[in-house]
């Protein structure tokens, strides 16, 4: 009886100490640990769609932004948490690339697959699944308000009339962002790439950390024209924003979503599964329901909300290019642009 | 006669127990603060830079193949690069080409390289080449090879940080910021405690309770109410004279929401304990109300409002999500953190701009020590309270006054759960429960939620009994001063340390497959002993004060009873202490919901919390469910604070009735 305080305080610190455990302890079933970008709101419906064809291999989802993602496997390069990532920006995955991290493997079906949308390695690194876009998120009701003109070309955002009216996301944290970047610097060359930017840089009313939050934010009417994400700009419109989808005259940019096997996972075959899954027919259709280009060829059918013209407007995008000069281009946009941190004067 | 010699008091049995306990407790204090801060400290300090002499080249213009020459060599005579293009960061790439001003990726010319350090690779398009050599290209292959920094060890990243004006101005900011927030709401705050103290106002009891509120939401609730306040849909736009409220505004405004209770607590404290008596004397020297204001209220109050300052001052400089969700281009430290770990993978620098931010924090911080140490006891058994006598007018300001806060703190919620509850804000104003379908957002979905709370108990359970074993240790414990001075040291440091940068380190740290405590990082482990210590000081001092109020009398008759001091601790110290242990769990707890900072880099997909689902729902652009998600926090730690007084008062009844006579 004396000592029960002191024992049930000792049984106590041994409850929590094992529950902590406990609660950390990995569950037995073949679990893959797959870092993604993609849209929140998809996750539940991939897995599940992947399980009725393998339902022994349970996903584990780490899903963020393409830039987070992105520094998480990199800040994890020597010890990986990864199994496989499954939709994440090409530019990303060529970084990583870079640094050896992944295991090549040539996955079942690549054949049917257009030769853009894997690696060039006789065994690829990578392999996509669909191309996202960036275009401009433009709300009628306030356009209307503010006398606005819905812009047709990238150039037309530069006007004075869209003197702060423009968000577009921060390149520095946002895959769509850089992709817009380097998109334009491709376009109008180095030289007017950045040309163009600072003139447009006059007219933004903010860079935003995600690629969706500028549609959101001209959904909402806070700024008319988002320079955004398309699939969630059609989202919004589909859920009854007054958007309009424009995809500028002079071609746009666009990334790829892709997958590949960590080096090093010891999970390998259910990996090598699921990435030949990834690229079967099945998932393809998946994919297609929301994002207009895909990979495999032959079955794309156009998406609810999407301009058809966006596939004929895709530029001709370097990968390596853009994954190689990524540093000194989001340095150089850094310099130029972020410092902006005095109010505006108007 | 040879001297006497030097009685020292033996130490018992119990003093080495408890120097073990101690020592165990100060070890987890090691390996949770000091050795993750030293991680990031060295971070900080690798560089990576190209060193020139390492890569070589050779060149066969057809003619046979040239002489080896380094590209340091070449630079020497082409000046293609200066010294500062060097400096580079881990991810640093640079182009073979830029060496050869003629190339063109059409010629005959091939082109030999190689790259000398063991530790470096090069690439090959896309392909990392990691040997040492010699590889044979021609000119097209050639105009894809890349050279990748060596690492070392040196100032370069500080350089580099100062030599940025966008990073160097975020000093600027943030400090301008910090100190703009200090001075109005210790302003305000004290006005609110003046009229809970000195007047005779009705609804203190309500007053005291609103006030309380911003402690139970995180720090970027506010920022989303004033994006629907005034943002450019915003419900009282107007009111801003066409002012942006994304930048210094929002985030002033904010800030001095989610820190008007922190400096309250603090005032009302120090305005508590003043002495009747020189108010007596005042009046009967004739002074004005206005004179003793000056001369006795403000001089008996100046601790506190020093002490005030200090901790606003840090929670703002520290703070992160505040400035994120309503800062718009306005950079502060805390975000560039962000940025540049996030955004640029840059780790490096993200650890200078940590050590950056350690500064300001850590002088505030032995700032307020030193003036604490400075403070002599006002409060003598002389002294007489004071009893604020009735006065109409002066009621009537301190009312209206109080009314105006409350509806500023209570308002701002409100807008929180009516944005929370619009289906489309501005377009359909339709009520609706979508905005908590939080499954189909970022962020984890409701089961971040679930972790939240399970963070918030673990931290509380966890977090109590070892702040509170580590008080008793050093506050009972006969001898070892040595130890006693570094755990007591140790106990103060988190307080200084902002929640961002112990959760970079922790990356430092725990990130590291040699380190043998990395299988924690990804676990709710790692968050439960990350938040302990974030909050670990306020702790220990609540427990600390809890103890030095109990006489060490007990110590003496227990050992004289020839007790072992664990039997007293659980007999007779924990319930006296109770109350406090309460307190620590409760304020551990409800940190723990809230905290942003410290655990922004931390979470996995399996520990998801609510505080960082708000954050990534806001920069989705999901605002409506953010705040939602927000409300939710709010109404947890509602409950938590409910069952707290409730279980209060139940023990108290049981093991405080001797308090009362």
């Known amino acids: ?149 819905a812009p047709k070309t990238w150039k037309d955002l530069t006007k004075p009339m869209y003197r702060n009216q423009v968000v577009m996301p921060n390149p520095n944290s946002s895959g769509t962002g850089f992709l817009d970047v380097s998109s334009w610097l491709q376009l109008f060359g180095e030289k007017g790439g950045w040309e163009f930017m600072d003139l447009l840089h006059k007219n933004i009313a903010r860079y935003t950390h995600s690629g969706s939050k500028p549609a959101k934010l001209a959904a909402a009417g806070e700024i008319p024209v988002g320079v955004s994400f398309a699939f969630r700009a059609a989202k919004l419109k589909a859920a009854g924003a007054p958007l309009e989808i424009i995809i500028p005259e002079e071609g746009i940019g666009w990334d790829m979503e892709a997958s590949a096997i960590i080096a090093g996972t010891d999970k390998l075959e259910a990996a090598k599964t699921l990435i030949d899954w990834s690229i079967s027919k099945k998932a393809m259709e998946m994919y297609n329901s929301a994002y207009a280009v895909v990979g495999y060829k032959g079955i794309a059918k156009p998406v609810k909300f999407f301009p058809p013209e966006t596939i004929s407007k895709l530029i001709k995008n370097d990968f390596e290019w853009a994954a190689n000069n990524r540093k000194r281009i989001l340095a150089e946009w850094q310099k130029r642009y972020d410092s902006k941190s005095e109010p505006k004067k108007n | ?232 849909q915003g419900m009282l736009k107007g009111l801003l004279f066409g002012a942006d409220i994304y930048g210094p505004i929002g985030i002033v405004v904010g800030a001095v929401f989610f820190t008007f209770p922190h400096a309250l607590i603090i005032i009302t404290t120090a305005l508590a304990i003043s002495d009747a008596r020189l108010y007596e004397a005042a009046i009967s020297l004739r002074a004005s109300a206005w004179r003793t204001f000056w001369t006795v209220t403000i001089p008996g109050a100046r601790y506190g409002l020093i002490s005030a300052s200090f901790v606003v001052f840090n929670l703002v400089i520290t703070d992160f999500g505040l400035p994120k969700v309503i800062g718009g281009q306005y950079n502060m430290l805390a975000v560039d953190i962000y940025k540049q770990v996030i955004g640029q993978q840059n780790f490096e620098m993200g650890a200078v701009v940590s050590v950056v931010l350690l500064v300001p924090a850590m002088m505030a911080f032995s700032l307020d020590r030193y003036v604490q140490k400075k403070q002599i006891a006002q409060l003598s058994s002389r002294s007489v309270p004071y009893e604020p006598k009735p006065n109409r007018r002066f009621d009537a300001i301190c009312l209206s006054y109080c009314s105006l806060m409350g509806v500023f703190i209570v308002g701002l919620l409100l807008v929180c759960q009516y944005a929370a509850l619009i289906k489309l804000w501005p377009y359909n104003l339709h009520l609706s429960l979508a905005n908590y379908n939080f499954d189909v957002m970022d962020g984890g979905g409701w089961r971040a939620y679930i972790n939240s709370i399970r963070l918030g108990l673990l931290t509380a359970l966890v977090g109590t009994v070892v702040v509170f074993s580590g008080a008793y240790m050093v506050e009972k414990i ?78 003496a008759v227990a050992s004289s009873l020839k007790q072992p001091f664990y039997k007293l601790l659980a007999k007779v110290t924990v319930p006296v202490c109770m109350p406090a242990i309460l307190d620590i769990s409760i304020y551990l707890f409800v940190n723990a919901m809230t905290t942003v900072s410290a655990v922004i880099f931390l979470y996995s997909p399996d520990t998801a919390l609510a505080s960082v689902a708000v954050m990534n729902m806001d920069d989705a652009g999901d605002i409506a469910p953010a705040a939602a998600m927000g409300m939710m926090i709010f109404y947890t730690n509602v409950a938590a604070r409910l069952i707290h007084l409730f279980v209060t008062r139940g023990l108290t009844k049981r093991t405080q009735a001797w308090r009362k006579r």
């Open chain 1, 1 to 149: 009886m004396r000592q029960s305080v002191l024992k049930s305080f000792v049984v106590g610190v041994c409850i929590t100490t094992i529950s902590i455990f406990a609660v950390v302890t990995p569950a037995l079933a073949v679990d893959l640990t797959v870092y993604t970008a993609i849209e929140a709101e998809d996750l539940q419906k991939y897995a599940a769609t992947f399980n009725e064809d393998h339902p022994d291999i349970h996903v584990k989802w780490v899903r963020d932004s393409t830039g987070i993602i992105t520094a998480k496997l990199l800040a994890e390069k020597n010890n990986p948490q990864a199994d496989v990532i499954w939709g994440l920006a090409a530019t990303s995955l060529l970084l990583m690339k870079a640094e050896g991290m992944f295991y090549p493997y040539k996955p079942k079906g690549l054949e049917n697959l257009d030769p853009k949308f894997y690696d060039s390695d006789p065994v690829p690194s990578w392999v996509g699944m669909d191309a996202w876009v960036a275009a401009i998120a433009y709300n009628t009701i306030e356009g209307k308000k503010n006398n606005l003109v």
């Open chain 2, 1 to 232: 006669m040879p001297p006497a010699p030097i009685i020292r008091p033996k130490t018992s049995k119990d003093d080495k127990l408890m120097a073990g306990f101690m020592i165990v407790i100060a070890l987890y204090l090691v390996v949770a603060l000091a050795f993750p801060l030293y991680a990031m400290l060295s971070k900080s300090f690798k560089t990576a830079s190209f060193d020139l002499k390492k890569y070589e080249f050779q060149v066969n213009k057809g003619d046979g193949w040239g002489p080896v020459v380094s590209a340091f060599e070449i630079n020497q005579t082409l000046h293609v690069l200066k010294p500062e293009d060097l400096v580079t960061s881990a991810d640093g790439r640079l182009y073979a080409t830029i060496f050869f001003p003629d190339f063109s990726f059409r010629s005959k010319t091939k082109y030999r390289f190689r790259q000398l350090d063991p530790n470096s690779s090069f690439i090959d398009g896309t392909r990392q080449i990691t040997d040492n050599d010699w590889h044979t290209y021609t000119a097209k292959e050639f105009r894809r090879i890349i050279l990748r920094p060596s690492q070392s060890i040196g100032l370069g990243n500080y350089i580099t940080y100062f030599s940025t004006p966008a990073l160097f101005r975020s000093i600027k900011n943030s400090l301008f910021i910090s100190i703009l927030t200090t001075l109005i709401t210790v302003s305000l705050a004290f006005g609110f405690a003046y009229a809970l103290n000195r007047s005779t106002m009705r609804f203190k009891g309500i007053f005291r309770i609103i006030a309380m509120i911003p402690i139970l939401i995180p720090s970027l609730l506010p920022g989303i109410a004033l994006v629907y306040l005034f943002g450019n």
């Open chain 2, 478 to 555: 006969n001898g070892f001063r040595v130890l006693r001075t570094g755990f007591q040291f140790l106990a103060m440091l988190p307080m200084a340390i902002p929640g961002m940068v112990l959760g970079l380190s922790y990356i430092f740290f725990f990130n590291n497959p040699a380190n043998p405590l990395s299988p924690i990082y990804g676990t709710m482990v790692i968050l439960v002993v990350c938040t302990v210590t974030h909050f670990y000081t306020v702790s220990h001092l609540t427990a600390i004060t809890a103890l030095k109020q109990m006489d060490r009398e007990f110590e």
